[in-house]
């Protein structure tokens, strides 16, 4: 397990573990789109995936990212995405949420396995 310092992208960390890894889990505050579209060449290699996300903070803006993921907006790609991550969680993963737990996290926190 791998706790990132503040600075640290998540996503690097997963990109970088996932093309070794066969399984892995993740805990996360928050998903998005634009971070979804940047795994998903990563994530069709991997066998299964445990990913506990938090209930409360999952809206549909939550999911479109952030200002600096304007650009990747303009793209009009969204529903792609959307539909080749839930495929991709429906073929392969385990997904867990709690409204409680991860109500503190403020930080992803890449496991892999």
């Not at 990109?15 to 634009?34: H, N, Q, Y």
């Amino acid at each position: 397990m791998k706790i990132l310092s503040p600075g640290e992208r998540p996503i690097d960390e997963l990109k970088r573990g996932l093309a070794a890894a066969e399984r892995f889990d993740v805990v996360t505050p928050a998903i998005s789109l634009p971070a979804v579209a940047e795994l998903l060449p990563a994530l069709k290699t991997t066998r299964s995936a445990r990913l506990l996300l938090p209930t409360a903070q999952l809206t549909p803006q939550t999911l479109q990212g952030d200002d600096a993921d304007r650009p990747w907006r303009n793209r009009l790609e969204q529903r792609i995405t959307a539909r080749r991550f839930a495929d991709w969680l429906h073929a392969r993963a385990e997904v867990r949420s709690s409204s409680s737990a991860q109500a503190s996290l403020t930080r992803a926190l890449p496991v892999m396995g």
